[in-house]
């Protein structure tokens, strides 16, 4: 890549921090590089396939490639093919307009934490490393977005199940599913003994659903909860900001939100403990990745 300069790098790299300045909350990565294309346009050079990846422009290509030394630099995170900036890229971004000068600035940052990395990882060479991270990337989005469908569209009443499954592997021990019908606020009971005797007693609320839930919706889970129980809701479509700040500056009721991601997280993290009767709900199998250096 020869006729990459540091400056169109800059550009590359402040044209994602554009497009992403207009979205806290962060945008899948097809979309970034969709809309990036409006922002900076591609030279005829980009618009090229890159060679070792027929099918694929250069323009994309280069575009992931840059956003490695933001990531590491920690102004960029890439999260479950979403990427968003951290209130450090926002403060660059302002700080340095010069696309150059941003450049040199991430790349510094970016050299420093390479530095840190074990020896033997130094001695990586750093673009065919980045050929097999961008390739990488793209499969973990595509997993992501293939997970995340499947949760979405999955039946109300199974994906209770799977929380409910969820809770168990963790050695919680869930005493009531909620049947078909209206629950007044509670799908799951769960306790922290086979008897429920001790406390707390764990109320949970489950929402498959894809628009983000509310602080009044929140408060009105919050409204069932007792000075002594623990509350836990579950929202597919994540939780507004105000919902977020409510939650965590309640001194009364104690609740944990769990969006998709975290409860995705936490699936993978307990699935060898979920009983072989609940893995048919969200069923997993590894794949392994060459660990390369970025």
């Not at 969709?34 to 890159?50: G, I, S």
């Not at 309640?250 to 769990?258: F, H, I, M, N, S």
């Not at 794949?287 to 390369?292: F, N, P, R, T």
């Amino acid at each position: 890549m020869a006729e990459v300069t540091n400056k169109r790098v800059g550009e590359l790299q402040r044209g994602v921090f554009k497009v992403l300045l207009d979205h806290p909350d962060g945008l899948p990565a097809k979309e970034v590089l969709q809309r990036l294309e409006k922002v900076v346009p591609p030279t005829d050079f980009e618009k090229a396939d890159y060679a070792k990846h027929p099918g694929v422009r250069r323009f994309e290509y280069m575009a992931r490639f840059a956003t490695i030394a933001p990531v590491k630099a920690g102004w960029l995170v890439k999260s479950k093919g979403r990427w968003y900036l951290t209130e450090e890229g926002k403060e660059a971004y302002e700080r340095y307009p010069d696309p150059e000068k941003f450049r040199i600035a991430n790349r510094d940052l970016y050299w420093r934490w390479r530095e840190k990395q074990p020896e033997a990882e130094q001695d990586v060479p750093e673009v065919p490393a980045s050929d097999a991270v961008a390739t990488i990337e793209e499969a973990e989005e595509a997993s992501w977005a293939e997970i995340e469908q499947y949760l979405q569209k999955m039946n109300p009443y199974d994906f209770q199940g799977l929380v409910a499954a969820l809770l168990r592997a963790m050695g919680y021990h869930v005493s009531w599913v909620a049947p078909p019908g209206p629950d007044k606020g509670i799908d799951i009971l769960a306790h922290t003994d086979p008897l429920g005797t001790s406390v707390p007693r764990i109320k949970v609320q489950v929402k498959r659903r894809e628009g983000k839930v509310s602080a009044e919706g929140l408060r009105s889970f919050m409204a069932v909860l007792g000075d002594q129980d623990v509350g836990i809701f579950v929202s597919t479509g994540g939780f507004t900001s105000d919902a977020e700040s409510e939650a965590r500056t309640q001194e009364r009721r104690k609740v944990t939100l769990v969006d998709l991601e975290k409860l995705f997280d936490l699936w993978v993290q307990h699935y060898e403990k979920v009983a072989e009767s609940d893995k048919h709900l969200l069923p997993l199998k590894p794949v392994y990745y060459l660990a390369v250096t970025e």
